[in-house]
């Protein structure tokens, strides 16, 4: 597609569940990055892929949350046994190459509420 | 480490007025700086970007000049439109971190007719 397309839209589930969320970047991008926005702590970076490659997990709040890249392509991000404090929006960026000049391209991101 | 200082919100405008987002930032090296804006129930989109020092960026009315000595990228529009009612978020993005964005808390902006 055009753009960077995330799914689902929205998802509601019971803490201690599990949750995938998918994201599908603008064909030919080779970075691809994570961010949560949250009403407390603004929008903060998660995780970067060059490639099939996270060179920088720095982000990720827990063990509880990992992702990886497939085919240079999709990225899915798993939060395991969820709690209250996930509940945040989380979106997906990429861009062309990953440096300094290249902007980012945002989806619509993915709005995740834990009951 | 890196960071983006944004003047708080929320802003409200009357239609027409002048607009001023402060941004400043701290950085090592030479990123680049964008705005992004979010409208109700959608997504980021890049505004408007600027990659040295004295660049002028500008899309959709919106200008916003990279000053190096005063650290600053602050956001304006001459004639604000009740459409521009939106959060604007003002980034940086450096080489050495992968490229991540790192961003400002984020302005509202509400522009009344």
């Known amino acids: 597609g055009a753009g960077v397309s995330q799914s689902p839209s929205n998802k509601v589930t019971e803490k201690g569940k599990d949750v995938e969320l998918r994201c599908d970047p603008i064909?030919?991008?080779?970075?691809l990055y994570w961010y949560r926005q949250s009403l407390g702590q603004g929008l903060e970076f998660l995780i970067y892929?060059?490639?099939?490659?996270?060179?920088?997990k720095s982000g990720l709040p827990s063990d509880r949350f990992s992702a990886e890249r497939t085919g240079g392509s999709v990225s899915t991000l798993t939060i395991q046994r969820t709690q209250q404090e996930d509940s945040a929006v989380y979106l997906c960026?990429?861009?062309?190459?990953?440096?300094?000049?290249?902007?980012?391209?945002f989806g619509d991101g993915t709005r995740l509420s834990i009951l | 480490g890196d960071s983006v200082t944004q003047m708080e919100g929320p802003v409200t405008l009357s239609e027409e007025a002048f607009l001023t987002i402060n941004c400043t930032y701290t950085a090592t090296g030479y990123p680049s700086l964008f705005w992004y804006v979010q409208y109700p129930g959608e997504g980021l989109q890049l505004l408007l970007k600027?990659?040295?020092?004295?660049d002028k960026g500008s899309n959709k009315g919106f200008e916003a000049t990279y000053r190096k000595e005063t650290t600053s990228f602050h956001l304006e529009k001459g004639s604000v439109q009740v459409s521009d009612s939106a959060v604007y978020f003002c980034a940086l993005r450096g080489n050495n971190q992968g490229g991540k964005l790192i961003f400002g808390q984020g302005t509202e902006l509400s522009v009344k007719p």
């Open positions: 960026a990429s861009s062309l190459v990953q440096d300094r000049v290249q902007p980012q391209h």
């Open positions: 600027a990659t040295k020092a004295d």
């Open positions: 892929f060059q490639g099939n490659s996270a060179p920088d």
């Open positions: 064909s030919g991008h080779t970075a």
